[in-house]
């Protein structure tokens, strides 16, 4: 039953026009007169499905597809061919019932007016998407007390820090109890303790509401913290789809071997376990092969003087950045590196 | 009527906001009446050397003047700071917001704010208008009245149609945050009757800048210059232009290329 | 100093280059002389206005579009907005006045203009063969002088008045006081021998001439010698006033943004 899957995506394209031009001034002249246009694939042929309740992560670097790919599926763009399907709206024809299922929240642009309290811009949403009033201030009750936003109603919104701004937005977000959210960097400027907060709201919403959400992040830990699937992309291509302790095992044939010595030794004798990628003092982290790790436990326990050890997944960081250097190898394998130049 | 409850709001906001500015109301109520001053002796210079500027006299000039005055008003409280004000979301990306409403993106666009302060020129061009009626010593008949009613709210429709159509622009090419000073250029024009100029800027001044749909006819309604039958022109070549604009902007829409960050 | 100007203005120039439909709009703005030329032509058809037959006014229109278009500035909203939101602190660490910067931006878009307004004028001699103006080296000299002053007063007024950014948050408000004054006696409603003679004869003294018309008058060849000196004299003595008070506001300002921050 397709009317089950909330989000369908098949061979999805997103081509800009840009307009290139030679540098120094005889370049800028040239391109006065005359334009030279290049098409660069922001989105290229990416397919995927997304099921009710579930919070994806889109990974990847600056440029790589993923707020455009969002903004595709929240209608703002036009896509340049393939289908884009959410809750069984063409996104892109920005019917009123489907853009009142949605909702998008971007960290780098805000919706409330600056020179007032975020309470009028509420008032202001309720009305656009025809929130009946107690609803409204149920609703709003929520989430007053899940954000902690009493104190924060009454203020001017050029008053508040960029934290308490952030939990405004994502209520006048959600006043309307969208169905699908799109995230783009929610978390993006805010400090620790406000990023773990807003982490812990969309963790809850999601739970409160079976919201679908899809999530971008420049933070990690946003994503190890709130998605269990994690869908890669990179120029334009999508690299990876799937379960995001899969990728690391996937990617990273190593596991990280932590130990602690009771006495010194020399790193010589620690080769033959691993590769050695830190030895401080009495502590050192071997990679080791994945399949090997318990082995090469027992052996180090046999043949060390061992204090403590510990066997962990590589940070996730570092199996993402691996994930876009392969990814790079293999378009310069194809000879695709000097279209980039150009 | 959901559209209208949405408009108080939108306009109570505004309003709000306004408040918090209060020292602009001064500003404003000073600049109003220094403009209507150059207005004025822009036009005051030349009846210092003859008595009729075409076939107008100097109170019938005065009320070219004063819808002059009133449209310039209108435009700033309502056109510029929202179709006037797309581009910037557009360059800036906010217009996203706009366009993720289950509400019709034109009516927000259009309608959202209004400045109240700037109404004090409409207000001022009404007065004006009023006291060139005195100075003619010209009550005007019922039809007349709705002659001039019927042109000024086409006035009015042609302006907001021509910003329509000027601002879809930018969903091509976003630096183009002068193209609304472009018209006020224009607009300049149209502190005087259409009718005294010749030719071709006659010709671009009625119909490609249709300026003369703003400030001559109404006022040429007023005095009693026009008939049923251009009141009715007007009236269709508005009705036309906005739904000439209102197609434009839907198909530029589709070139928003939605700026990040 | 020199070569930072090119190097400025080449940035400038790349920057304009790249917007091109931004820059020829711009352009178009200053039609006003242009619109004031159709509503004095057209008016003028049933023989001379004080002195101003259609001739006149196409000479005297056509050269004031030139010069409104050489003199055009918009450093008020740029500093304005810099002052308000604390660009201007970026550009305070440049090792030089950061009015250098301000200026070589003018002047890179003066020389697209030119580079416009040259064929245009070349298309509007032909067009409009009963324009008439003294052509002698001296007039032409003192013109090119004249328009070199008229700028640079247009600039240092409004630069003036954006420093007052530093105090107020109505600086652009205050300078379209100015602006409108400008408009009304600076020579763009109407040539000022067509004012009222009081009016006339006070205004051409006031800066406002100075700043657009004055190099014009000197090329229609209307003015007497002695006019002429007298009107270099108010130049000079006015771009002086500009530069003092320039420097004054400056000063204070830049004491004021140290002290408190922006």
């Known amino acids: 039953m397709p009317g089950s899957i909330p989000i369908r995506v098949q061979n999805l394209c997103k081509y800009y026009q840009v307009h290139q031009k030679e540098p120094g001034l005889v370049g800028s002249l040239k391109s006065f007169v005359k334009r030279k246009y290049a098409d660069v694939k922001a989105v290229d042929d990416v397919s995927f499905t997304i099921d009710a309740g579930e919070i994806v992560g889109f990974l990847g670097p600056n440029g790589a597809g993923k707020t455009t790919t969002l903004k595709v599926l929240a209608g703002l763009l036009y896509p340049t061919n393939g289908v884009a399907r959410v809750l069984d709206f063409t996104p892109s024809e920005r019917r009123a019932a489907f853009l009142r299922q949605i909702t998008l929240v971007m960290g780098q642009k805000q919706q409330l007016a600056w020179d007032l309290p975020p309470m009028e811009t509420f008032l202001v949403n309720a009305a656009i998407y025809e929130i009946p009033d107690d609803q409204f201030k149920k609703t709003l009750a929520e989430l007053t007390e899940l954000l902690e936003l009493a104190p924060l109603l009454k203020k001017q919104v050029r008053k508040l820090s960029l934290g308490e701004r952030m939990k405004c937005e994502l209520t006048a977000a959600l006043l309307h109890r969208p169905k699908v959210l799109f995230l783009d960097e929610p978390t993006i400027g805010l400090d620790v303790t406000m990023q773990t907060k807003i982490r812990q709201f969309v963790a809850e919403y999601n739970a409160r509401y079976r919201a679908t959400i899809i999530l971008t992040s420049h933070y990690m830990a946003d994503v190890t913290a709130l998605c269990q699937r994690v869908i890669v992309i990179d120029h334009g291509k999508l690299l990876y789809d799937g379960d995001l302790k899969a990728l690391a095992e996937k990617i990273a044939p190593h596991k990280l071997v932590r130990v602690e010595f009771s006495q010194a030794l020399d790193g010589q004798r620690l080769e033959e376990f691993g590769e050695v990628v830190k030895m401080r003092g009495q502590r050192a982290e071997l990679l080791v092969p994945r399949d090997a790790t318990s082995d090469v436990a027992a052996r180090m326990l046999a043949q060390l003087p061992i204090a403590d050890v510990t066997i962990e997944e590589p940070p996730i960081e570092d199996v993402i950045t691996r994930v876009f250097e392969q990814a790079a190898r293999a378009r310069a394998e194809r000879g695709e590196a000097e279209e980039e130049e150009e | ?261 | 100093m020199l070569t930072k100007y090119f190097a400025l203005m080449r940035r400038s120039l790349g920057v304009m280059l790249e917007y091109r439909a931004g820059v020829l709009i711009w352009m178009l703005v200053n039609v006003m002389p242009l619109v004031m030329l159709a509503v004095w032509f057209s008016l003028a058809e049933d023989g001379p206005i004080g002195g101003y037959a259609q001739a006149d006014f196409v000479s005297y229109y056509l050269l004031l579009t030139f010069m409104r278009q050489m003199t055009t500035v918009w450093v008020i909203h740029e500093l304005d907005y810099d002052i308000r939101y604390g660009n201007l602190s970026i550009k305070l660490l440049y090792p030089f006045n950061p009015i250098h910067a301000y200026m070589s931006d003018n002047l890179a878009d003066k020389i697209i203009r030119l580079a416009v307004l040259i064929p245009l004028g070349i298309v509007a001699a032909f067009l409009f063969p009963m324009m008439r103006y003294e052509l002698t080296p001296l007039s032409v000299a003192l013109m090119l002088l004249t328009m070199a002053a008229a700028w640079a007063m247009r600039f240092l007024s409004q630069y003036t008045f954006a420093l007052l950014a530093f105090w107020v948050s109505e600086a652009q408000t205050l300078h379209e006081i100015w602006y409108a004054v400008w408009l009304m006696l600076g020579g763009m409603v109407a040539p000022l021998d067509l004012f009222p003679a009081p009016v006339a004869a006070i205004a051409k003294y006031l800066p406002f001439r100075f700043m657009l018309s004055f190099p014009v008058e000197v090329m229609l060849g209307r003015l007497t010698a002695d006019e002429t000196l007298l009107g270099l004299a108010a130049t000079a003595f006015w771009l002086g006033a500009m530069i003092v008070a320039y420097r004054w506001v400056w000063r204070r300002g830049i004491k004021q943004f140290s002290a408190f921050g922006a």
Do not use: C
């Open chain 2, 1 to 261: 009527m959901r559209y209208l409850r949405l408009l108080s709001i939108f306009y109570k906001n505004s309003i709000l906001k306004e408040l918090e500015y209060r020292a602009n109301f001064i500003a404003n109520v000073f600049m109003s009446i220094l403009w209507l001053g150059w207005a004025i002796v822009g036009v005051s210079v030349f009846f210092l050397h003859r008595d009729k500027m075409g076939d107008w006299t100097y109170p019938e000039v005065l009320m070219v003047v004063g819808l002059f005055t009133f449209f310039n008003g209108v435009m700033e409280a309502l056109l510029r700071p929202n179709v006037g004000a797309v581009i910037e979301q557009i360059r800036d990306g906010t217009f996203d917001f706009v366009l993720t409403k289950p509400v019709n993106a034109q009516f927000i666009a259009s309608l959202r704010s209004i400045i109240v302060w700037r109404l004090v020129d409409a207000v001022i061009g009404i007065g004006l208008i009023a006291y060139a009626l005195g100075q003619l010593r010209v009550t005007p008949t019922p039809t007349q009245i709705g002659f001039f009613v019927v042109m000024l709210l086409s006035g009015t429709a042609i302006v907001y149609a021509i910003w329509l159509v000027m601002v879809s622009f930018a969903f091509w090419f976003v630096r183009i945050d002068n193209i609304t000073e472009l018209f006020y250029a224009f607009y300049e024009a149209g502190r005087y009757p259409v009718t005294i100029y010749r030719g071709v800027v006659r010709v671009v001044l009625t119909y490609i800048v249709p300026i003369a749909f703003v400030t001559t006819f109404p006022a040429s309604a007023l005095l009693g210059r026009i008939d049923q039958t251009t009141t009715l022109v007007g009236f269709a070549f508005a009705i036309g232009l906005l739904i000439a604009s209102n197609r434009f902007w839907k198909f530029a829409l589709r070139y928003y290329a939605s700026a990040s960050s």
